[in-house]
Nanobody, 115 residues
Framework: QVQLVESGGDLVQPGGSLRLSCVASGKISIFFAMGWYRQAPGKQRELVATITNYGITNYADSVKGRFTISRDIAKNTVYLQMNSLKPEDTAVYYC?????????WGQGTQVTVSS
């Protein structure tokens, strides 16, 4: 019921930073939560960060203190600020919109952390 478009992925060196953006085709306020997930080659897709409709955030242990999820409700956009990037952060990052009955997913944006 909503289209999500991610952007901002890039090739960066370890220790670098990126900001990912997810623009939704509709009001993100109608969803219980928005989030970012990632999938590395040969690995299962995993949760990175979520933010609820009340602004409560949740992070994977592996990114706590380095990544920050935020939203701009007026712009229907969710962001993921990624600092102190590590090679193990390399993955395709997907935006997610969650309701109690269904999830919507973007197409993903590639983040590669390498020297």
């Amino acid at each position: 019921q909503v289209q999500l478009v991610e952007s901002g992925g890039d090739l960066v060196q370890p220790g670098g930073s990126l900001r990912l953006s997810c623009v939704a085709s509709g009001k993100i306020s109608i969803f219980f939560a928005m989030g970012w997930y990632r999938q590395a080659p040969g690995k299962q897709r995993e949760l990175v960060a979520t933010i609820t409709n009340y602004g409560i955030t949740n992070y994977a242990d592996s990114v706590k203190g380095r990544f920050t999820i935020s939203r701009d409700i007026a712009k229907n956009t969710v962001y993921l600020q990624m600092n102190s990037l590590k090679p193990e952060d390399t993955a395709v990052y997907y935006c997610n919109a969650k309701s109690v009955t269904y999830d919507s997913w973007g197409q993903g944006t590639q983040v590669t952390v390498s020297s």
